[in-house]
């Protein structure tokens, strides 16, 4: 099911064939690859390198959220994201910033981010105030608690229905402040407060999330669940993070944000080739 994505200046997704969100953090301690860019410089070729992969967008982030991160200072976290933003904006690809702070989230605006993925939700209000005044996109996941604590025993009843009807209220909730449904994409969370189980059942009922007409992100790419399924570590999740994103796209998946673009965008091609997106 295709939706649109658009900014107040440009569109994101318009039509079937997903679209490629690459991965930039600039931290010191993420999960994935260990602060290989938390230079600026080293960031910022680390994005043109994944723009030349033929990433679509690319989402930027100063602040690790894997389970039991520590919060990052509001300055410390845009003297991390601002000049790599304002130099990978320069080239025309969208940019993301991925923040939970409306004080980060209106710096990346100013310095030329179009999207705001905040994995709260916009759970606090002034992010919502920062995107309807700059006409910006949002993405808004879905996190049970903080990435301090979501993982202390996460439970559920029913997590599809839960989760869905969560981003169905924050979809009415972003409309109320100003954000057209156009403007949104929403994202399951998946490893965002969520056994193996729950992660599990997200993805086999992505196709259930397609249904609220809204862009759907999603973000598997080298995370835990894959260890689970595979038995591999880290640095040999290339194949199953692949795997696992295209059956997202093969569900509904309009948007899906990865750290292997080059190899995410060749598999799209060849899906598109044999059966493509109607």
């Known amino acids: 099911m295709s939706a649109s994505w658009e900014t107040r200046d440009r569109t994101l ?8 969100m690459g991965i930039v953090n600039v931290t010191p301690d993420s999960f994935s690859d260990g602060g290989r860019w ?13 723009a030349a992969e033929g990433a679509h967008i690319l989402d930027v982030g100063g602040e690790s959220t894997r389970p039991g991160s520590d919060v990052v200072p509001i300055a410390e976290e845009i003297r991390r994201v601002v000049p790599v933003i304002e130099r990978l904006a320069a080239t025309g690809v969208p940019v993301s910033i991925d923040t ?3 004080e980060v989230a209106r710096a990346a605006v100013a310095a030329g981010a179009c999207i705001l993925n905040d994995v709260s939700g916009l759970r606090d209000e002034r992010m919502a105030e920062v995107a309807a005044e700059a006409g910006a996109a949002v993405v808004v996941m879905h996190m049970r608690g903080t990435p301090q604590t979501m993982q202390d025993d996460p439970r559920y009843d029913d997590v599809v229905g839960e989760v869905f009807e969560y981003l169905a209220g924050r979809i009415r909730w972003c409309e109320s402040r100003g954000i057209p449904k156009a403007r949104i994409a929403i994202d399951p969370g998946i490893g965002f407060g ?4 729950h992660n599990r059942d997200l993805l086999r009922r992505l196709d259930r999330f397609a249904t609220l007409d809204c862009a759907l992100l999603l973000g598997i790419s080298r995370k835990g669940l894959l260890k689970t399924m595979t038995g591999k570590g880290m640095a040999q999740r290339l194949t ?5 994103s295209l059956a997202g796209c093969t569900l509904g998946a309009n948007v899906v944000r990865v750290h292997d673009v080059g190899p995410m965008v060749d598999a799209i091609k060849v899906w598109d080739e044999i059966r493509g997106w109607g």
């Open 13 to 20: 997704v318009d039509g079937p064939v997903p679209r490629v």
């Open 38 to 50: 938390a230079e600026h410089d080293a960031a910022v070729a680390h994005g043109e390198g994944l």
């Open 100 to 102: 939970m702070k409306p």
């Open 194 to 197: 969520k056994t193996y189980e």
């Open 240 to 244: 199953s993070s692949v795997v696992a």
